[in-house]
């Protein structure tokens, strides 16, 4: 049997899915090494675009398609499931979001599986290569410290593209628990560790000097967490083949010298952190414990990674009961004076089976509700729901001054130089300088669509100054107001 296992993307995902590194679907990957022989299998990934998807996907080629999605790409994957149905080829989806909305998959699809499919991959395939697939399968999460468990095929490429890094899993599951977050639902709060000599050989085996390590939460939240990371990193350097790598965790590893330390020795050349927000309320809202327990230290916490050679890549989400319009541009601020040295700032985007989806769908502030068709608004660049203290569209708009002040402004090279001031590394200020101009590539490709859609430039005033400042670094002006108390997030 002929299996093709495919990532759909929105088709207005406006760049962050098409923009910068060619960055594996390691979950596809993984399925495709457990499929038991003699089975073949390719992927499609639509970062490449959609036309192998529409050429390829034909009765005679494949027996089975395979398709991974989250909610911005569920209106995609159901334009998939009718394509395989006109083909008559049988079709599964699974993933976060066919695990939130099991109901409205099977409307589309032949299969739905719910929750982690390591372990029902193979029962899956069998299933379908004896015309006897079933309408519902539900994976348990999956025993990582089992042999193999976790292990993808490094080697395999999509047959439309070619990705330019490589991704790898060391631990599944998240104990923060926030509230826009589906992780811990979908993976689970326990953090699941694999085999750290396994771990070792698939970073060896895998083909590119980059590594994307695609873990939630590297470091964890405790000292046993912490310990482990620390344990894997040593063995890295001990037995790991010379990658430089990027990874995914909270703010609290910033105190851990040693942890740092071993991180940068090991390759790491950056560390992405949801700090989300400079509100306390808005911390507390998102059950963010652990960033509200540090808002106060978090200077000194991004200096801990810097000291490391490590830099800092801050997420922020803009849209929290306590924001207002001058929110975006006081965290932009803000993220500056911090010495962030990258900085993404999203919309708030209620995903299905978080509990701000269900708490929002209960409070009638969800608006983008034509489903499937308005899956495709929830790409974190589009608001679908009712703000407190603005509309939707001002929202939508004031993040659209955002990518105007960076499409328009020269700060690419003035932000590699302040890192490789802060970091004392080449390296590290390498990687930023290509994530940055990912950034501003993707703002000036976005802002003329933008214009379009609102029908003006923004002009000259005291906000769009802050904006163009924050990117030029020309902050004297603003003084640091971390761990006050007011309702914006940037003059807490």
Same mark, same amino acid.
């Given at each position: ?62 027996? *089975? ?196 330390? *071993? ?8 560390? *992405? ?140 090279? *003035? ?78």
């Amino acid at each position: 049997m002929r299996i093709v296992l495919i990532n759909p993307v929105a088709r207005r995902c406006q760049g962050y899915h098409t923009i910068g590194s060619k960055i594996p679907q390691l979950g596809l990957q993984v399925l495709a090494r457990l499929a038991p022989e003699p089975h073949q299998v390719d992927i499609i990934d639509e970062i490449f675009g959609f036309d192998a998807t529409d050429n390829q996907v034909r009765r005679g080629r494949y027996d *089975l398609v395979g398709v991974t999605s989250y909610s911005s790409g569920a209106t995609r994957a159901y334009e998939i499931a009718a394509q395989c149905r006109r083909e008559g080829i049988p079709c599964i989806m699974g993933g976060p979001h066919a695990s939130a909305m099991p109901e409205e998959a099977a409307e589309h699809f032949d299969s739905v599986a719910v929750g982690e499919c390591d372990e029902i991959w193979p029962t899956i395939v069998e299933d379908a290569a004896r015309g006897r697939l079933q309408a519902l399968y539900t994976g348990e999460l999956a025993r990582l410290d089992q042999p193999l468990a976790g292990l993808a095929a490094q080697r395999l490429q999509p047959i439309n593209g070619r990705y330019d890094v490589s991704s790898i899993q060391t631990s599944r599951g998240c104990p923060v628990g926030c509230e826009y977050c589906s992780v811990t639902k979908f993976n689970g709060a326990p953090i699941r560790r694999r085999s750290i000599d396994e771990i070792i050989a698939e970073w060896n085996e895998t083909p590119r000097r980059f590594v994307f390590v695609t873990d939630d939460n590297f470091f964890g939240v405790g000292p046993r967490h912490a310990e482990w990371a620390k344990e894997l990193l040593r063995e890295i350097i001990k037995r790991g083949k010379r990658r430089l790598w990027f990874s995914q965790t909270t703010v609290n590893m910033g105190e851990d010298e040693e942890g740092l330390r *071993l991180a940068y020795k090991a390759g790491c050349r950056g560390m *992405l952190i949801g700090f989300e927000t400079f509100n306390t309320e808005s911390l507390r809202d998102y059950h963010k414990g652990v960033n509200r327990n540090n808002l106060s230290r978090y200077k000194d916490l991004v200096d801990g990674f810097h000291r490391a050679g490590i830099p800092v890549f801050g997420a922020f989400i803009i849209g929290a009961d306590q924001d207002d319009e001058e929110t975006v541009a006081d965290t932009a601020i803000q993220s500056v004076k911090l010495g962030i040295d990258t900085i993404q700032i999203t919309n708030l985007t209620p995903l299905p089976g978080t509990k701000m989806y269900d708490r929002f769908m209960a409070e009638g502030r969800i608006f983008a509700t034509a489903y499937p068709a308005d899956w495709e608004r929830y790409t974190f660049v589009e608001t679908v729901y009712h703000p407190k203290r603005m509309s939707a569209q001002r929202l939508d708009e004031v993040i659209y001054e955002l990518r105007h002040a960076a499409a328009n402004t020269s700060w690419v090279w *003035l932000r590699t130089l302040r890192t490789l001031w802060m970091t004392r590394s080449l390296t590290s200020a390498l990687f930023i300088h290509g994530m940055n101009k990912g950034w501003k590539r993707m703002a000036r490709l976005q802002v003329p669509k933008d214009e379009a859609r609102f029908g003006y430039t923004p002009t000259v005033n005291a906000r769009t100054r802050k904006l163009r400042d924050a990117f030029t670094l020309s902050l004297s002006k603003y003084p640091s107001t971390i761990g006050q108390t007011t309702s914006k997030a940037a003059a807490l």
